[in-house]
């Protein structure tokens, strides 16, 4: 049923998004004044990304990841002094305008929004990454980072892996937590998103201008491919999990992300791995990456697929009922997967 209504909240994306819009502004018609045309433009964008992040939500059955969607948009409009009264508005148009454009079928999604309102109600928070024995370091390295200071993030990194830090836990304790830390600061208005974009280009540059150095001739283990479904632009995680992988023995066919899913079966027709890795950031991506799913499980039935990154956290269920092996909330946890298949071959 949720399937049905994901679909067909995507048909009706355009339409949604309109009536939303011309709904808040009937309730806010000081707006038209104090924001003029682009103040309506960026309304009808939030109402698309809202209503995307619903549909990820629906087609993962679970009103628990559009909580979570809810939770993380309130800290970031809080951190910038917008309240959470404005969120829940937007959210309680939105199931008036799908009651009005789907009708009954619309119903379903009312679990969801009143989740999505319930958390807009609670204080807005910002997510925290626990400190641990490393935390020097990652100041250290995002001190650099922040600050465009591309030799000394390299020389930070350097010194980790002079100390003693395996090359698998710098990605992982590192570049991966690094970046999780920037996301933090940006959501609480700490950082701006061109920080957090050269942070980001700076982490890539010395992961690969370190790689080289790790790099040694190990046993082959096996091939992988790995891919991020058409739509999902972040790309870094992806390759980190990709870069661990050959650092262990692994041939890894890295194909980026954003990749239609009809490219992505062509080039494992082509390749013939032993195990495909499928990436998504972003709750939104979750319906596409469960449409790739099927397709391959339909085209290549023997070949595991395991599944990575945060659209994840709140969907593992239907991810499993999908048919793939596990799904992975980190790094470590995708290691893990991938080398429970290379010892299932070996069995």
Partial sequence: MTEALALAIDLQTERLALGITEAFYARHPEWEQRFGPKGRLRCVE?????????RGALRAGSP??????ARWTNGVLGARGVGG?????????MQAELDKVLGADAKGAAP???AGIAACQAPATADVTLPDAHEPTREQYLEAVLSGRRADALA???RAFD????PAELYSGLFTRSQYRLGELWQANRI???QEHMASAITQWVAASLYPRWRKARQPIGKALLFGVEGELHQLGLQFMADVLELEGWSVIFLGTNLPTTAALGAIDEHRPDVIGVAATMLFSLPATLDAVGE???RFPDLPVVLGGRAFADAAEACREAGVVGVADSLEAGRTLVAGVAATRAG
Avoid: M, P, Q
Wanted: hydrophobic content about 65%.
């Fill in 46 to 54: 939030d109402a698309r990304f809202h209503l995307r992040f619903l």
């Fill in 64 to 69: 628990s990841a559009f909580e979570s969607y």
């Fill in 85 to 93: 009264v404005h969120l829940a508005l937007y959210f309680e148009l």
């Fill in 112 to 114: 969801f929004i009143a």
């Fill in 156 to 158: 930070v990194a350097a």
């Fill in 163 to 166: 100390a003693g830090w395996a």
């Fill in 192 to 194: 701006s998103v061109a």
């Fill in 296 to 298: 391959l499980g339909a």
